[in-house]
């Protein structure tokens, strides 16, 4: 009986790597992104205020895919306007510090700090202090019909 058990799996073995082989194949390849083939400088989004470097990382990467994740670099005094968002979004600081606004309530951020902001409330960043302000943005891809 053991012997048959054993048989079985064995012979079963290469079907199985098979299926994995298949399930892998149905995922796009991945995409590497190096940050100096998508950096551009432009004024932030949501009111122009002051001037940023914007990393589209996930824009490198083609459809479909599920999530943006960006980086951006706001100068001194730049910000991302307050703006309503339609999900969840996240804003990770890597250097620099910004105050965050959601729906009126402000926070600040230093390097190493998340904001996790809502589908629904209004939101922005803004940097603050001498260093520019270095923040990764992630959030789902928008389902469009």
Known sequence: MIRRWILAATLALPACAAASDTDSDSA??????????????EAPPHGAIGMSTAYRIS????????????????DPGAAV??????????Y????????????????ELKP???????EG??????QVGPEPLSIIIAYPVELRD
Do not use: C, N
């Open 28 to 41: 796009p390849p991945m995409v590497v992104v190096a940050e100096a083939d998508v950096m551009v400088r």
């Open 59 to 74: 824009d490198a990467a083609p459809q479909p895919r599920r999530m943006e994740f960006r980086r951006r670099v706001l």
């Open 81 to 90: 306007g307050e703006h309503p968002i339609s999900h969840d979004e996240v």
């Open 92 to 107: 990770y600081v890597t250097s620099g510090r910004g105050v965050v606004i959601s729906d009126g309530k402000e926070a």
């Open 112 to 118: 190493g700090m998340a904001a996790y902001l809502y």
């Open 121 to 126: 409330a209004v939101v922005g960043i803004r």
